[in-house]
């Protein structure tokens, strides 16, 4: 079954209306408007936690596709993220939920609704996470991978915390990712795709430009569905805009106070090749 088909029937574990059409338009939106194809700014040579994090996310989608339907729902709502659960206990007890099991504040970022929520979260990471693997270690992306997931699952909660409809995929955490490649490499060049009508450019944005129009729509979309909750669907924004904030300030703590990577990377050049230094790069410091 498909997941995004049962969170839309999941809401404590009773089946529920589908959505109004408006919100399925909402649902419908491209995510992430800005499509990065390369990045410029110092990468892991062996992105091995990015590598990990992405086979992670695909195995856990391939084994809720193959979960009957009652299987599917059944996990959609005892680990994707449902903020009532926690704001309404005396509720969350009657639908058989623990309120004070916490652990889907994390699991829900291992969760995806669909093929293409999949992928593109995957690549988003592909492109952002080998930079941020290396300047702040393997153990170090790690932690802004998870601590971002959990910060995104806080934010959302608090921006509904009523809300009974199951919240899950890994934006926030690469909503993180984002945020701190944004601080760490300003300067760096992201090559992105931009459709002119059906002509694809590829623009070269600085990195902070390019993390600044990204948290810009993510804010605007996030403030419309406060103002116009009945419209919203599907899209956790303020996941994002939690994720982001926690990466950026992640980065800004650590680029000011710790020391220089020590991880080998490979760097992008303008030829169109990868250069590989021959030792531990402070490539970093000339972005």
């Not at 910060?151 to 909503?175: F, N, W, Y």
């Not at 000011?256 to 790069?281: K, L, M």
Request: proline residues 9%; aromatic residues 12%.
């Amino acid at each position: 079954m498909d997941p995004a088909a049962a969170v839309d029937r999941a809401c404590f574990g009773q089946p529920v209306v589908d959505p109004p059409q408006a919100a399925r338009q909402t649902r419908a939106r491209r995510e992430k408007p800005l499509f990065p194809l390369i990045d410029t700014a110092p990468r892991a040579a062996r992105p091995l936690i990015t590598l990990g994090l992405i086979a992670a996310n695909t195995l856990v989608f391939l084994w809720m596709l193959s979960l009957p339907p009652r299987a599917l729902q059944s996990v959609l709502v005892h680990a994707a993220l449902i903020p009532a659960r926690y704001t309404e206990p005396e509720l969350a007890r009657a639908a058989g939920l623990d309120p004070s099991n916490w652990w889907p504040l994390l699991t829900n970022a291992f969760m995806h609704g669909g093929w293409l929520h999949l992928i593109s979260n995957m690549w988003f990471l592909w492109i952002f996470g080998p930079a941020m693997e290396a300047r702040f270690t393997r153990l170090g992306f790690f932690v802004l991978y998870i601590a971002g997931a959990l910060a995104a699952s806080v934010v959302h909660l608090a921006a509904h915390p009523e809300s009974t409809e199951p919240v899950l995929g890994a934006s926030g955490a690469i909503a993180a990712v984002i945020g701190a490649h944004a601080v760490t490499y300003p300067a760096a060049r992201v090559i992105t795709i931009i459709l002119l009508v059906f002509i694809p450019l590829f623009v070269p944005i600085p990195a902070v430009l390019f993390a600044l129009i990204w948290f810009a729509l993510q804010l605007f979309q996030g403030t419309i569905e406060l103002m116009t909750p009945n419209l919203a669907g599907g899209v956790a924004w303020w996941a994002h805009i939690g994720g982001f904030a926690f990466g950026a300030l992640f980065a800004f703590i650590v680029t000011r106070f710790g020391g220089p990577p020590r991880v080998a990377t490979t760097t992008y050049t303008p030829r169109g090749s990868w250069r590989v230094p021959n030792a531990r790069t402070r490539d970093w410091e000339r972005l």
